[in-house]
C-alpha cells in the first residue's frame, strides 16, 4: 500500500525549533519529487516547500525561506522538514506529499499523508 | 505569485443535483496545470482532477474538469451524500504552487 506517514509536530515556544519527519512506503520514493503543504486551523491549504527526487532542485513558498529547510534520505525513504525560527503563524497542520509523475518537478499532488500539528505558542 | 480565485465560497446543492465549481487565475496557467482537490474533516487532501481535465485514480466519472488558460470547472453531475467536502484548486504551472481558498459543497 502507498503510504506516507508524518511525525515530529508538536507544541514550540515562538523562535524555537522543530524538525518534521515523513515515511514512505510502498512506491520507489528515490524517483519522486516530495512536497510539503500546510493547512491552519479552518484555513486553506497553503504549498511549503518541495525536492526532486535527486535533490538537486528544491524551492520554498516566501513564508518560510531563510527559516525552513528540506531534505529528504532516499536510502530511508525518509523526507524532513526542519523548521526554525517558529512564528506564530506558523501553526498548522504539515502534510507530506507526492509529485504524481515520477522524475517530474512539477505535478499535481496525489499521495498526502494524514498529518502533523504544529503549534506555536507561549 | 499567480492568486487564485474559487467561487462560490459555500455551494448549498441537495443529493442528485449538478455543482459547478469555479477557479479564476490572475494570470495564466501554463499547460493546464491545474488540479482539483477533495477535503473532508478531519482528512487530507484527495487528488480529483489533474491537468485541468484528467481524473485521478479511483475518481467516480461523475467528476469532470474543464477550462484553459485563467478559468477552469469543476462539475460533478449528480452529487452523491459523499461529495459533500471543501474543494480547493491549485496551479502547478508557476513557483511558488498555490491554491485557492476552497468551495465548501454543502447539503441543503
Known amino acids: 500500500e502507498v503510504q506516507l506517514v508524518e511525525s515530529g509536530g508538536g507544541l514550540v515556544k515562538p523562535g524555537g525549533s522543530l524538525k518534521l519527519s515523513c515515511a514512505a512506503s510502498?512506491?520507489?520514493?528515490?524517483?519522486?519529487?516530495m512536497n510539503w503543504v500546510r493547512q491552519a486551523p479552518g484555513k486553506g491549504l497553503e504549498w511549503v516547500s518541495s525536492?526532486?527526487?535527486?535533490?538537486?532542485?528544491?524551492y520554498y513558498a516566501d513564508s518560510v525561506k531563510g527559516r525552513f529547510t528540506i531534505s529528504r534520505d532516499n536510502a530511508k525513504n525518509s523526507l524532513y522538514l526542519q523548521m526554525n525560527s517558529l512564528r506564530a503563524e506558523d501553526t498548522a497542520v504539515y502534510y507530506c506529499?507526492?509529485?504524481?509523475?515520477?522524475?517530474?518537478?512539477?505535478?499535481?499532488?496525489?499521495?498526502w499523508g494524514q498529518g502533523t500539528m504544529v503549534t506555536v505558542s507561549s | 505569485e499567480i492568486v487564485l480565485t474559487q467561487s462560490p465560497g459555500t455551494l448549498s446543492l441537495s443529493p442528485g443535483e449538478r455543482a459547478t465549481l469555479s477557479c479564476r487565475a490572475s494570470?495564466?496557467?501554463?499547460?493546464?496545470?491545474l488540479a482539483w482537490y477533495q477535503q473532508k474533516p478531519g482528512q487530507a487532501p484527495r487528488l480529483v482532477i489533474y491537468?485541468?481535465?484528467s481524473r485521478a485514480t479511483g475518481i467516480p466519472v461523475r467528476f469532470s474538469g474543464s477550462g484553459s488558460g485563467t478559468d477552469f470547472t469543476l462539475t460533478i453531475s449528480r452529487l452523491e451524500p459523499e461529495d459533500f467536502a471543501v474543494y480547493y484548486c491549485?496551479?502547478?504551472?508557476?513557483?511558488?504552487?498555490?491554491f485557492g481558498q476552497g468551495t465548501k459543497v454543502e447539503i441543503k
Open positions: 506529499a507526492r509529485i504524481y509523475l515520477v522524475y517530474s518537478i512539477r505535478d499535481a499532488f496525489d499521495i
Open positions: 510502498g512506491f520507489t520514493f528515490s524517483s519522486y519529487t
Open positions: 525536492i526532486s527526487h535527486s535533490s538537486i532542485y528544491i
Open positions: 494570470q495564466s496557467i501554463s499547460s493546464g496545470y
Open positions: 491537468g485541468a481535465s
Open positions: 491549485q496551479q502547478y504551472g508557476s513557483s511558488p504552487w498555490t
